[in-house]
């Protein structure tokens, strides 16, 4: 008896574990559907939940004077009008020679976003403690916005991208007084010829043609590499990459040309003993026509001679009438780097680009700087207005080809010693362009293995 009621107990309790278990999937099965309409509603109509989320990340940025304050500070209350979740942590940038950094990748602290130059980013490299960025250049579009001659700041020269920059290329402009071309019925110099012409017309009433402060290296191999440039777009820049001689036409003939016009009075005597201030002060005083210098000079020349003083376009060679875009100076790769160990690489990522970007358009805004790497929307007009020369400039700089390199951003150093030294030698009357280009081939077979 005892055993009969015990198999019916044990009967109906099993019954009862399997409702209660169907019940269950009963319920599951209808939860389901409800979940999942949710998620379609807040995919397509809002943001989901995670979105919200605030998100920090770490960014080791410069920020010492109003030329980094500025720009960072305008991209900061950009970034919280497009991603209001993400909230950045600035570590303010060491001026230490990059120490700083090199200590965080050391101890695997490295931020999510950092700024880096080109030397650190081939460390890096090497290390893994970069993240490659191709992806992101194209899927951010930040690659579309990039100027044509700006490309060499974005891709290293390997062909990757390691940084997203923001600085754009600077660059070797040659100055002239308009009241002395027109005072001595000189034509501004499109050519080589026209430019042989106005250096005897200056020089037979006392004027220096070019005033240059050739005591200092960097600006003898920039007249250089001017002269190069007609020829060959890269200039200085091939040869320092070892893709180049000496003896191709391009270097040969620029070497020639270039010692040719100071054997007929180009410059000063002693041009190569002579500092800036020297030579400016010629400029200034109206007792030299034309003035070699970086783009930075258009504030001090625009105080100094107002409306009197303009910028020209390199004088080409008949060989090659379609080298004017092409410039001298340049810059590296650099700029907004991330951190490939990033909990949020692909955020990081993005917010790197638009971050170089709002940079770009606070240097145009507010500091008067249209040397970018990145298009800016033309409708954004600058709180103070460009200097006219400087507007001209911005108003080129679309257009411009090519650029090389300064001495100062060479990559190999024993290359930045020999072009430095042999194009201060150059512009002496007792050194041949033979013999710069013998010491120059010389060298370069040394140096690169040629």
């Known amino acids: 008896m005892f055993t009969q009621n015990f198999k019916k107990a044990l009967s109906l309790l099993l019954v009862l574990v399997l409702m209660t278990f169907m019940l269950a999937g009963c319920a599951e099965a209808k939860e389901t559907p409800t979940a999942s309409a949710e998620n379609n509603t807040n995919a397509s109509n809002e943001p989901a939940t995670a979105s919200d989320e605030v998100i920090t990340l770490k960014i080791y940025a410069q920020y010492a004077d109003e030329d980094t304050k500025v720009p960072y500070d305008y991209a900061i209350e950009e970034l919280a009008k497009v991603y209001p979740n993400v909230k950045l942590e600035l570590d303010i940038q060491a001026q230490d020679d990059g120490q700083k950094l090199q200590s965080y990748a050391a101890t695997g602290n490295l931020p999510d976003i950092f700024q880096i130059g080109a030397a650190q980013i081939e460390t890096f490299k ?75 017309t200056f ?34 820049k091939k040869l320092d990459s070892g893709e180049g001689k000496a ?36 400029f200034y005083e109206g007792k030299a026509a034309m003035f070699i210098n970086g783009q930075w000079e258009i504030a001090a020349s625009t ?10 376009f390199y004088p080409t060679f008949s060989e090659n009438q379609d080298a004017k875009m092409a410039f001298a100076g340049g810059g590296s790769a650099g700029g907004y780097a991330v951190s490939p160990y990033s909990e949020h690489q692909d955020l990081a990522a993005e917010v790197a680009a638009f971050l170089s970007e709002k940079y770009c358009e606070a240097k145009h ?77 010389k060298s370069l077979e040394r140096i690169h293995g040629q």
């Open 126 to 200: 090497e290390s893994g403690n970069i993240l490659v960025l191709d992806d992101y250049v194209k899927s951010t579009g930040f690659g579309d916005k990039v100027f044509q001659s700006a490309q060499n700041l974005l891709w290293n020269k390997d062909g990757h991208a390691y940084a997203f920059p923001y600085a754009g290329n600077e660059l070797v402009l040659i100055y002239y007084n308009k009241a002395l071309f027109k005072q001595y019925n000189v034509k501004v110099p499109e050519t080589y010829e026209e430019l042989e012409t106005a250096i005897h």
């Open 365 to 441: 805004l507010y500091r008067a700087n249209p040397l970018l790497a990145v298009k800016i929307d033309p409708s954004l007009e600058p709180v103070n207005p460009y200097p006219p020369m400087m507007e001209r400039l911005s108003e080129v700089l679309p257009d411009i080809t090519s650029t090389t390199a300064f001495a100062w951003g060479l990559s190999n150093p024993q290359f930045k010693v020999l072009i430095e030294d042999q194009s201060q030698f150059l512009l002496t009357p007792d050194y041949s362009a033979e013999e710069f280009i013998t010491e120059m081939n």
């Open 303 to 312: 105080e100094k001679l107002g409306d009197t003083v303009d910028w020209m």
């Open 203 to 236: 020089n037979e009433n006392d004027i220096v043609p070019l005033a240059a402060f050739a005591k200092e290296k960097w600006i003898t191999t920039s007249l250089f590499d001017v002269f190069a440039t007609r020829l060959e777009p890269q200039g200085i």
């Open 247 to 282: 003896t191709e036409e391009a270097f040969v003939k620029a070497a020639e040309r270039l010692h040719h016009l100071v054997e007929i009075g180009l410059l000063a005597d002693g041009a190569t003993n002579m500092n800036y201030d020297q030579a400016a002060a010629l």
